[in-house]
């Protein structure tokens, strides 16, 4: 989260921009809307992944138990 808004708050430095070797438009790209075009996927992603792998990890490794119980 740090090196967007730092990514952000840089891109306006002309110096900044040419001491990394970049130029202006290359950067053109880099808004808070493209962050949140790339972050509610990741996210969602993240949550459907961890939810799907940690139920199936909790269920290979409790299994015995929920065989006792039904």
Do not use: C, W
């Not at 090196?3 to 430095?13: E, I, Q, R, T, V």
């Not at 290359?26 to 459907?48: D, E, F, Q, R």
């Not at 961890?50 to 269920?59: P, Q, T």
């Amino acid at each position: 989260m740090y090196f967007m808004a730092l990514g952000l708050l840089l891109k306006g430095d002309p110096s900044v921009v040419s001491g990394a070797g970049l130029s202006q438009e290359v950067l053109a790209n880099v808004s808070v809307g493209g962050y949140l075009h790339n972050l509610i996927p990741v996210t969602i992603g993240n949550m459907i992944g961890g939810v799907f792998f940690v139920a199936v990890f909790y269920f290979l490794v409790f299994r015995t138990n929920l065989e006792d119980i039904g």
